[in-house]
Protein backbone atom coordinates (compact mmCIF):
# COMPACT_ATOMS: atom_id res chain seq x y z
CA UNK A 1 0.00 0.00 0.00
CA UNK A 2 1.39 3.50 -1.16
CA UNK A 3 2.49 5.72 1.91
CA UNK A 4 0.38 8.32 0.51
CA UNK A 5 -3.36 7.83 1.52
CA UNK A 6 -4.44 9.68 -1.10
CA UNK A 7 -3.33 8.01 -3.78
CA UNK A 8 -6.48 6.04 -3.78
CA UNK A 9 -7.06 3.10 -6.46
CA UNK A 10 -8.72 -0.47 -6.60
CA UNK A 11 -5.28 -1.47 -8.17
CA UNK A 12 -4.15 -0.21 -4.51
CA UNK A 13 -6.60 -1.94 -2.70
CA UNK A 14 -5.90 -5.17 -3.98
CA UNK A 15 -2.21 -4.77 -2.99
CA UNK A 16 -3.32 -3.96 0.45
CA UNK A 17 -5.24 -7.21 0.17
CA UNK A 18 -2.46 -9.28 -1.61
CA UNK A 19 -0.19 -7.81 1.34
CA UNK A 20 -2.57 -7.97 3.94
CA UNK A 21 -1.52 -11.50 5.51
CA UNK A 22 -3.92 -11.12 9.03
CA UNK A 23 -6.51 -8.62 6.62
CA UNK A 24 -7.98 -5.60 5.50
CA UNK A 25 -9.05 -2.57 7.22
CA UNK A 26 -11.37 -0.74 5.12
CA UNK A 27 -12.48 2.90 6.42
CA UNK A 28 -14.94 5.33 5.17
CA UNK A 29 -14.59 8.89 5.36
CA UNK A 30 -16.86 11.40 3.25
CA UNK A 31 -18.00 8.65 1.15
CA UNK A 32 -14.87 7.63 -0.24
CA UNK A 33 -13.88 3.50 1.03
CA UNK A 34 -10.15 3.57 1.50
CA UNK A 35 -8.29 0.28 2.21
CA UNK A 36 -5.19 -0.32 4.94
CA UNK A 37 -3.36 -3.26 5.84
CA UNK A 38 -4.80 -4.66 9.16
CA UNK A 39 -1.31 -5.18 10.57
CA UNK A 40 -0.55 -1.48 9.57
CA UNK A 41 -3.61 -0.11 11.11
CA UNK A 42 -2.90 -1.94 14.50
CA UNK A 43 0.48 -0.23 14.84
CA UNK A 44 -0.32 3.05 13.58
CA UNK A 45 -3.94 3.62 14.86
CA UNK A 46 -3.02 7.82 14.38
CA UNK A 47 -3.35 6.90 10.83
CA UNK A 48 -6.25 4.84 10.98
CA UNK A 49 -8.23 7.00 12.74
CA UNK A 50 -7.18 9.84 10.15
CA UNK A 51 -8.48 7.88 7.24
CA UNK A 52 -11.99 7.81 8.82
CA UNK A 53 -14.40 5.63 10.64
CA UNK A 54 -13.60 2.09 10.38
CA UNK A 55 -16.52 0.26 7.93
CA UNK A 56 -15.42 -3.30 8.08
CA UNK A 57 -12.52 -5.84 8.05
CA UNK A 58 -12.04 -8.19 5.23
CA UNK A 59 -10.43 -11.55 6.03
CA UNK A 60 -9.77 -14.37 3.72
CA UNK A 61 -8.14 -17.92 3.42
CA UNK A 62 -7.58 -19.23 6.54
CA UNK A 63 -7.87 -22.36 5.93
CA UNK A 64 -8.68 -23.64 8.92
CA UNK A 65 -7.11 -27.61 8.36
CA UNK A 66 -4.23 -27.26 6.51
CA UNK A 67 -0.50 -27.47 8.02
CA UNK A 68 1.75 -27.40 5.79
CA UNK A 69 5.08 -25.08 5.15
CA UNK A 70 3.16 -22.40 3.86
CA UNK A 71 1.62 -21.82 7.34
CA UNK A 72 2.31 -24.79 9.92
CA UNK A 73 -0.65 -22.60 12.13
CA UNK A 74 -3.17 -21.37 10.88
CA UNK A 75 -5.17 -21.58 13.67
CA UNK A 76 -2.34 -19.07 15.42
CA UNK A 77 -2.51 -16.99 12.04
CA UNK A 78 -6.40 -16.78 12.43
CA UNK A 79 -5.67 -15.94 16.44
CA UNK A 80 -3.42 -13.16 15.87
CA UNK A 81 -5.64 -11.35 13.09
CA UNK A 82 -8.86 -11.57 16.03
CA UNK A 83 -6.47 -10.36 18.34
CA UNK A 84 -5.62 -7.49 15.75
CA UNK A 85 -9.21 -6.76 15.16
CA UNK A 86 -10.21 -7.17 18.85
CA UNK A 87 -7.54 -4.55 20.32
CA UNK A 88 -8.41 -1.67 17.24
CA UNK A 89 -9.20 1.34 19.48
CA UNK A 90 -12.64 1.82 17.69
CA UNK A 91 -14.07 -1.63 16.44
CA UNK A 92 -15.31 -2.13 13.03
CA UNK A 93 -19.10 -3.40 13.16
CA UNK A 94 -18.72 -5.44 10.17
CA UNK A 95 -16.48 -8.63 9.32
CA UNK A 96 -16.81 -10.48 5.83
CA UNK A 97 -14.87 -13.42 5.06
CA UNK A 98 -14.41 -13.61 1.57
CA UNK A 99 -13.95 -17.35 1.33
CA UNK A 100 -11.66 -20.51 1.75
CA UNK A 101 -12.69 -20.58 5.90
CA UNK A 102 -11.08 -24.53 5.37
CA UNK A 103 -8.94 -26.35 3.68
CA UNK A 104 -10.91 -29.36 3.58
CA UNK A 105 -14.21 -28.59 4.07
CA UNK A 106 -14.42 -30.91 6.94
CA UNK A 107 -17.08 -30.66 9.81
CA UNK A 108 -14.09 -30.24 12.38
CA UNK A 109 -12.47 -27.68 10.81
CA UNK A 110 -15.65 -25.89 10.18
CA UNK A 111 -16.31 -26.41 14.07
CA UNK A 112 -12.66 -24.71 15.11
CA UNK A 113 -13.27 -22.31 12.30
CA UNK A 114 -16.81 -21.16 14.41
CA UNK A 115 -14.73 -21.51 17.93
CA UNK A 116 -12.11 -18.81 16.26
CA UNK A 117 -14.62 -16.11 14.99
CA UNK A 118 -16.29 -16.89 18.50
CA UNK A 119 -13.75 -14.60 19.97
CA UNK A 120 -14.58 -11.29 17.42
CA UNK A 121 -15.63 -8.86 19.19
CA UNK A 122 -17.31 -7.19 16.43
CA UNK A 123 -21.10 -7.04 16.01
CA UNK A 124 -21.76 -8.83 12.59
CA UNK A 125 -19.88 -11.05 10.68
CA UNK A 126 -20.62 -12.19 6.85
CA UNK A 127 -19.27 -14.87 4.66
CA UNK A 128 -19.16 -16.24 1.10
CA UNK A 129 -17.45 -19.75 0.02
CA UNK A 130 -14.13 -20.33 -1.45
CA UNK A 131 -13.25 -23.43 -3.38
CA UNK A 132 -11.55 -25.03 -0.14
CA UNK A 133 -15.26 -24.79 1.46
CA UNK A 134 -17.08 -26.17 -0.95
CA UNK A 135 -15.24 -29.69 -1.97
CA UNK A 136 -18.38 -32.06 -0.16
CA UNK A 137 -20.63 -32.42 -2.81
CA UNK A 138 -23.85 -31.27 -1.16
CA UNK A 139 -21.52 -27.78 0.64
CA UNK A 140 -23.47 -29.33 3.98
CA UNK A 141 -20.82 -28.15 6.05
CA UNK A 142 -20.83 -24.42 4.93
CA UNK A 143 -24.00 -24.30 4.86
CA UNK A 144 -24.96 -25.78 8.31
CA UNK A 145 -22.84 -23.20 9.68
CA UNK A 146 -22.93 -19.62 7.54
CA UNK A 147 -25.63 -20.10 5.02
CA UNK A 148 -28.46 -18.75 6.66
CA UNK A 149 -28.01 -15.12 5.26
CA UNK A 150 -27.81 -16.85 1.65
CA UNK A 151 -30.89 -19.05 1.93
CA UNK A 152 -28.24 -21.49 1.45
CA UNK A 153 -27.24 -20.22 -2.30
CA UNK A 154 -24.05 -18.63 -1.23
CA UNK A 155 -24.43 -15.24 -2.74
CA UNK A 156 -26.47 -12.64 -1.48
CA UNK A 157 -26.79 -8.88 -0.73
CA UNK A 158 -27.14 -6.76 2.60
CA UNK A 159 -27.05 -3.34 3.85
CA UNK A 160 -24.42 -1.87 6.77
CA UNK A 161 -23.81 2.21 7.59
CA UNK A 162 -25.57 3.16 4.34
CA UNK A 163 -23.54 0.98 1.99
CA UNK A 164 -24.61 -2.14 -0.23
CA UNK A 165 -22.52 -5.07 0.13
CA UNK A 166 -23.05 -7.96 -2.61
CA UNK A 167 -21.34 -11.26 -1.60
CA UNK A 168 -20.86 -12.88 -4.86
CA UNK A 169 -20.19 -16.91 -5.19
CA UNK A 170 -17.93 -18.48 -8.56
CA UNK A 171 -17.54 -22.19 -6.94
CA UNK A 172 -21.32 -23.59 -7.36
CA UNK A 173 -22.38 -24.23 -10.08
Known sequence: MPSDPSRLSRRNALKCM??????????????????????????????????????????????IGFNKE?????????????????????????????????????????????????RLRSAEMHTVPGEHDTTDATVTEYFNRFGKPSDNKGYYSFDHAGVHFVGLINVLQ
Open 18 to 63: AYGGAGTLFVLSGGVLTPMNLAMAAEESYRAAKLGKPLFVQISDTH
Open 70 to 118: ANPDVNGTLNQTIDLVNGMPQQPALIIHTGDITHLSKAAEFDTAQQLFS
